[in-house]
């Protein structure tokens, strides 16, 4: 997960090699039961920050450089509100009981919207293939450059 001091090679690499690594923390939450209480705690806070950090980086950095592309749009527009979603749901489950029925439910429906928002950025026709071949070389490593400051902070 995106994490303070990464070192960015790549922007659009560097994003989807974050989105394998929370991949890999909603699989271990998926296979933990209501009774795990202290386990769940842990992975979700591990979620929750590498979600939050990772959305800030799209929208401080990503977001407005691919809102201005004619081609990524309309495409950065709905990855903006899926992430609305996903901090609504995110905000949601901090409150609730980890041991509920309620709670597992949550992370489900959380991990299903974090999978298309994924999906709908990685794809052959998404977000980040339609912005690298929208993007001059310079683009690309101004913007990687930015994603890199910005974790330095």
Do not use: C
């Amino acid at each position: 997960m995106a994490k303070i001091g990464d070192k960015v090679e790549h922007p659009f690499k560097y994003l989807v090699e974050d989105h394998k690594k929370m991949a890999a923390l909603f699989e271990k939450l998926g296979d933990t039961t209501e009774r795990a209480e202290k386990t769940r705690e842990e992975l979700f806070e591990e979620i929750n920050n590498g979600l939050s950090l990772h959305s800030e980086l799209e929208e401080k950095m990503l977001y407005p450089t691919l809102e201005a592309i004619k081609k990524t749009h309309e495409l950065t527009l709905e990855s903006e509100q899926e992430h609305h979603v996903i901090k609504i749901l995110l905000k949601e489950m901090e409150v609730l009981d980890q041991t509920t029925e309620e709670w597992t439910a949550k992370s489900k429906v959380l991990e299903e919207n974090v999978s298309h928002h994924v999906e709908e950025e990685e794809k052959s026709d998404g977000l980040f293939k339609k912005a690298e071949s929208a993007m001059k070389k310079e683009e690309i490593e101004a913007l990687r450059k930015n994603m890199q400051d910005f974790l330095a902070q």
